[in-house]
């Protein structure tokens, strides 16, 4: 096993002003300040908000905030996504968006620092975000980066040189914060009944898990943990020595020992209501969960339609990751919906996955294929609103007084 210390639980969490995060906030798109250089029959399904492609022609009337359209973008430690929406009804539908592995930490867990090539990879992306805002003559947005820019010693440099390059203002978002928008974004797709039920969010940096109580528009969530370890950070960490089924199985027990020891005092706190309820509800969201629920339908192909509110037997998703920890990454490449670009992260996905079963033992696992991106969103179309009808109060009651 490579010998690394484990990455700084006491992560910075600072905006570009150096002030903390965690209040809603809306960042406006601005564009860049100097030119651009760069170039099914095994689940259950809940139902949620659809997804469709519009034009960039103009929407229908309605209200102001209702023909307007809003983004949200994530970047996170292995991924770069991007929404574009307009609201309909009590949800809204996408009309754009993009996707793309940047693997900005890798190499973070070693260096403390983000490399250039990382960080070319991740502007690349958002070069492409910036154009798909500018086409779509974005209202509002906000633009969020997570635990690869709080851990890294030149997260803010690279804040900077995004917002020069591309004109997107990133905030450096805080664990909580991130928590909170994983639940605001995906606890629709939670299964129905009473009872606790907690979410989790495996990253490519950091895991978040969240106790909720249900009940009201938004659960409330009533306790929550983060910890550094996510697919890259975990697979960096522990490192790659996979030439044997020995070497893969040590690595994986590694894997598993370094969460389960993380996550010791969420797990403590949480036993007693575990143990004392009579139904306890788990829902996940990350590429870890929808990948081993497309594995589960045996899906050629991944499909969001298909594996997006889908519930899954625990157990089967058990039984999918050790599976897939005894595979040689040739063998991982192979299969459906994994390929290059997961092969040598899903291990990790799978170790952080099992750790979460051991904690909260549900019986059913949701899987959610939205969250932080989601749940921006509706903080933003929700902002947007209130401050209509706060300005459109204040007008009638100028008015009323005239």
């Known amino acids: 096993m490579a010998d690394f210390s484990p990455p700084d639980g006491q992560s910075r969490a600072v905006n570009k002003e150096g002030k903390k995060s965690g209040k809603v906030a809306d960042f406006r798109y601005k564009r860049p300040s100097r030119p651009d250089n760069s170039a099914t029959g095994k689940g259950r399904r809940q139902d949620g908000f659809g997804v469709s492609k519009g034009s960039d022609s103009a929407p229908a009337a309605g209200p102001p905030h209702r023909r307007q359209a809003y983004a949200a973008i994530d970047l996170g430690t292995n991924n770069c996504r991007l929404l574009i929406a307009r609201p309909a009804g009590e949800n809204f539908t996408v009309i754009d968006a993009f996707s793309r592995v940047v693997r900005l930490g890798e190499g973070l867990a070693k260096s403390g620092r983000l490399s250039d090539i990382a960080m070319d990879r991740a502007l690349g992306a958002l070069q492409v975000c910036a154009d798909k805002l500018r086409r779509r003559n974005v209202h509002l947005a906000r633009s969020v980066a997570t635990e690869a820019c709080r851990r890294a010693a030149n997260g803010m440099e690279f804040i900077e040189r995004v917002r020069q390059e591309t004109g997107i203002v990133l905030d450096i978002i805080t664990a909580q914060e ?225």
């Open 178 to 402: 991130e928590a909170r928008l994983a639940v605001l974004g995906c606890h629709i797709l939670l299964e129905g009944g009473e009872g606790p039920a907690v979410i989790f969010d495996i990253g490519g940096g950091s895991t978040e898990l969240i106790l909720i109580e249900p009940g009201g528009p938004v659960p409330q969530i009533v306790d929550w943990q983060s910890v550094p370890w996510g697919v890259v950070s975990l697979t960096d960490t522990v490192g790659r020595g996979e030439d044997d089924n020995n070497q893969r199985l040590a690595r994986y027990a590694e894997m598993r020992r370094l969460v389960k020891s993380s996550f010791a005092p969420f797990a403590s706190r949480v036993a007693p209501v575990a143990r004392e309820a009579r139904n306890i509800r788990l829902l996940g969201t990350s590429g870890t969960v929808t990948t081993l629920a497309s594995l589960h339908l045996e899906l050629p192909q991944y499909d969001r339609r298909a594996v997006d509110g889908l519930i899954v037997p625990a157990q089967a998703m058990r039984a999918i990751s050790t599976k897939l920890s005894s595979l040689s990454p040739e063998g991982r490449q192979a299969l459906p919906c994994i390929g290059n670009d997961r092969a040598d992260l899903v291990v990790a996905g799978c170790a952080i996955l099992e750790s979460i079963l051991d904690i909260w033992p549900a019986e059913r696992l949701g899987v959610a294929d939205r969250g932080i991106r989601e749940g921006i969103l509706r903080s933003l179309i929700a902002a947007d609103a209130e401050g209509e009808t706060s300005r459109a109060a204040i007008i009638n009651h100028r008015g009323g007084r005239s």
